[in-house]
């Protein structure tokens, strides 16, 4: 390595995509090519009725369809699971796989288990999914159990199929924080398919270390990475710029952790004018990136303030994959 160059620039560039649930109006095709046309190198697709329907009939052969456009136009893909209402019209986000009835849970499972499929035969690189908040009237560790039960089987499915399996910590429910993945690995006993989606403005809003630190933090079990813009306490996805994370250092720690997966640009509430977000997000994050390539090493950030008590939901509740 040259004298003054960063270790940023011995390392591939990081890999960008951009989440189908925040271009909710446009048809799966046009939504597609236009993350080509705007030179994302992926797509976090949201298996849901407007898009790719998991629970509608042909679904083998409509994901064959699916992964030979996106191999026609060079995108590589995670599958998210996160849609608010393909199993049920009536309860956003339900059934979970902490519900107290086994049938729902196992509903929950299904759909799991038809994203791990449809994941192995699209090559994406994992399927992301989230515990749910803890149903009322149920204890911490009977939802603890549930979630380490139900979600076994859909492990040993990942394990079969070479996709890895990656849990979202989300503001609100069991799994909230880095905290509380460890806690699930440990119920389960570190199964190998088990890995992380990590949401960079979630770590702004409710971690107790920064972003970049964060990343770091979570490096051995990283597989997917969404991100956006948030504020401290605030539950609520912002397009870049509107929040208060300070990005390069956050690429900067990506990159030296030599992750390759899609980092994935989730701003669900802006699907209305998705093509404008998707078309100024992407300069930005390639200008941060270059902006952290060029900079000099700094130390590592410093605490931020406490976070809120465990699990307590946001003052604005949205969930990645919401809202």
Known sequence: MNAGTSPLDARRPLRFGYGTNGLADLRLDDALRLLADLGYDGVGLTLDHMHLDPLAPDLAARTRRVAHRLDALGLGVTVETGAR????????????????????????????????????????????????????????????????????????????????????????HLLASLDDFHHLRRILGDPEPLGLTLDIGHCQCLEPLSPADCVRAAAPWLRHVQIEDMRRGVHEHLPFGDGEIDFPPVLAALAATGYQGLTVVELPRHSHAGPHYAGHSLPFLRHAEQTAATASPRPAPALQQAAPPHGAPSTAPEGSSTP
């Not at 086994?102 to 759909?111: F, H, K, Q, S, Y």
């Open 85 to 172: 209402y393909v199993l049920d019209p009536r309860r956003k986000h339900g059934p979970s796989l902490l519900d107290p009835d086994p049938g729902d849970r196992a509903r929950r499972a299904d759909l799991l288990l038809r994203a791990v499929r449809v994941a192995a035969d699209l090559g994406a690189h994992a399927v992301h999914c989230f515990s749910g908040i803890v149903p009322e009237g149920t204890d911490t560790d009977t939802a603890w159990k549930r979630l380490a039960e139900t979600l076994t089987p859909v492990l040993d499915a990942a394990a079969s199929a070479g996709v890895p399996l990656a849990v979202e910590p989300e503001p609100g």
